[in-house]
């Protein structure tokens, strides 16, 4: 910490470090320095092999948005005293962002108004980006959001995971395989969707707000790629939808809230609306299946793959969040059967 802290110029006596947010992936850090407040951010390096390229995307968007949105927040990395965007140490790769002032962020979406502010936030950005190429963005991660991919990988895992693992998930498993429809609408959408600047990491956390509760800009564009609509819209009905998180083991409190489901809807498409195609916008819905069910299938392989991706604090950690992902995507599919009046929704 010494070498990280010398290189932005931070006393050491003076600054005070704290863990920050619920990340799987990164470290985060909240850091004070005298009266001044930072995030301190290590990058999985495991994960982001090349971090260099999450830098260069930033760079590129500052740069855009400085010029044509000049009155658009936007919170870049602050350089080291040596000048550069990102600090690597023998230990990995540091960045240092700026604590908006007078903003707090939130880990748990308890209001509609904080689903639609965060809709309303992930959008905008996306809006004032749709002039911006989304090809000049750097794949920081390959295949992030490929649902073909993460189903093929789940398929590898059935054959070479772990075998007591595999048939202790066979109810999951055999739930999941009967869902693989959801692969073939993705098929349709990579054919079919505009390629836009992506977040895809569109948790409540990622948002600031302001004291009033409005929502002021979104944070950690490590995962800004070019991708499709439905993965920013999809993670949030994926994450704001139902009261308990991911991490939940009693499935009895999984459920769907309508209205924050409005709310997240209202949002984005007051920003999005004029921007989604005619097509787009017959996938609103499926946009919540699609992450879920990537979800579910990217937990359980890591489970039968024995947690080399995310980890587990427990023994079945994955598994439970599997099962909490694939509970919440049958109560997904069932209620918006309700909502059109069909059983389920052709996509
Ligand atoms: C990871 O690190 P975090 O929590 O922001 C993962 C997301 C998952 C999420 C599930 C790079 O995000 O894709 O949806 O865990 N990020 C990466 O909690 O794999
Ligand atoms: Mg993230």
Known sequence: MKEILAAYGFDETQTVLQSFGNGLINHTWKLQHGEDQFILQKINVAIFKSPELIAANIRLVADYLKTQYPEYLFAAPLPTLARQDMLH???????????????????????PAQAYEAAKQFARFTKRLSKLDAQQLKITLPDFHNLSLRYQ???????????????SAKDLIGYLQSQKQIVSSFEFAQQNFTLRCTHHDTKISNVLFDEQDHGVCVIDLDTLMPGYFISDLGDMMRTYLCPVSEEEADYSKIMIRGEFYDAILRGYLAEMGDELTSTEKEYLSYSGKFMIYMQALRFLTDHLNRDVYYGARYEGHNLVRAGNQAVLLEKLIDWSGHLSGLTTTPN
Not at 92 to 111: A, M, Q
Not at 153 to 167: K, P, V, Y
Request: charged content about 25%; aromatic content about 14%; hydrophobic content about 35%.
């Open 153 to 167: 990988q789940f398929e590898q895992a059935l054959l070479t995971g772990d075998s007591d693992r595999i048939l």
């Open 89 to 111: 140490t023998d230990d990995g790769y540091y960045r240092l962002f700026p604590f908006v002032p007078g903003t707090h962020s939130i880990d748990v979406v308890e209001k």
